[in-house]
């Protein structure tokens, strides 16, 4: 027969927590029912502490199930195993999405610093603009926020007061759209997009 090790309360609780405070057997929970930590696969049948391998269990279902083994668990616990990993595997897509739509965004922010290149070779945007222009082509068709640039540089012959004049042309086109949008206009035209 195997050794049995004692659960930590850290573990315990995690368990607990993880089970939402229920008896996976029945559903009781506090103070209807006192609560402990069962092994799916006994001990005695060289079950171990593992997580996956421990279930909350009221007084009751505990005594009553005593060392028997599970040929299946609970419906609930499978239920909650296959919603997390749905959860996790819903959580990695959207990660993805997130890194493509950032990655996207540096290109697009790195195509607007080219532009500002032509006028002011050597010059680079700080990190903090940069969050500035990934502000605009969020808002703004790429297209327009490099114009943008380009009849700022072609004006203004001082870099900082033509990045003044492009973030001064970019905010008023956003202000002119989302103005359009509240009046039921589409805002940029298809080809924009």
Not at 17 to 31: A, L, V
């Amino acid at each position: 027969m195997a050794e049995r090790k004692p659960i930590s309360k850290r573990l315990r609780f995690e368990i607990f927590k993880r089970d939402e405070f229920k008896c996976q057997y029945c559903g009781i929970t506090p103070p209807a029912g006192i609560l402990e930590i069962d092994h799916i696969t006994p001990v005695s049948k060289g079950g171990n502490n593992r997580s996956e391998n421990l279930i909350t269990a009221c007084f009751d279902c505990n005594r009553g199930k005593s060392d028997v083994l599970l040929s299946s668990l609970p419906s609930t616990v499978n239920q909650k195993a296959d919603l997390i990993a749905e959860k996790l595997a819903q959580l990695k897509a959207y990660e993805r999405l997130i890194k493509s739509k950032r990655k996207h965004e540096e290109k697009q922010i790195d195509e607007v610093e080219e532009t500002f290149r032509i006028y002011f070779n050597g010059y680079s945007f700080t990190p903090k603009f940069r969050q500035s222009v990934r502000t605009f082509v969020r808002n703004i068709p790429t297209h327009i926020v490099v114009d943008s640039m380009s009849i700022a540089g072609s004006k203004i012959s001082d870099p900082d007061r033509t990045i003044k004049y492009f973030c001064g042309i970019c905010w008023r086109l956003i202000r002119k759209s989302k103005e359009e949008n509240s009046h039921g206009f589409e805002g940029w035209d298809a080809d924009a997009k």
